[in-house]
């Protein structure tokens, strides 16, 4: 059974900076292309970003690009989100996914496995 351990989320200014982390844990995490996804309350998953299992493909949301970097580090079974220049609406509840195969989507459908969310909160 796959398990997902989403951690860094808080309360910062905007302008500060975070970074999200993400601990895999199941099966080889190596080989599976990961994402991150926000959700306000109410709404649908937003993607944030994606990543491919080698490290060399990624995408991002338009929100995302330029302040956001994701990254793994398959040797800890770990990804991460680096956030910098934290706006307001970079509140929600931040989550990890998992998906079954190589390549990255930007659909919230396309991924298998999900954590169970850090809130990120960004006063003014």
């Known amino acids: 059974q796959v398990q997902l351990v989403e951690a860094g989320g808080g309360l910062v200014q905007a302008g500060d900076s975070l970074r999200l982390s993400c601990a895999a844990s199941?099966?080889?995490?190596?080989?599976?292309?990961m994402g991150w996804f926000r959700q306000a309350p109410g709404k649908k998953h937003e993607f944030v970003a994606a990543i491919s299992w080698s490290n060399d493909h990624t995408s991002y949301a338009d929100s995302a690009k330029g302040r956001f970097t994701i990254s793994r580090d398959n040797a800890k079974n770990t990804m991460y989100l680096q956030m910098n220049t934290l706006k307001p609406e970079d509140t929600p509840v931040y989550y990890c996914?998992?998906?079954?195969?190589?390549?990255?989507?930007?659909?919230?459908?396309?991924?298998?496995?999900w954590g169970q969310g850090t809130q990120v909160t960004v006063s003014e």
């Open positions: 996914a998992e998906r079954k195969t190589y390549t990255i989507t930007k659909m919230d459908a396309g991924y298998e496995y």
């Open positions: 199941g099966r080889t995490f190596s080989t599976y292309a």
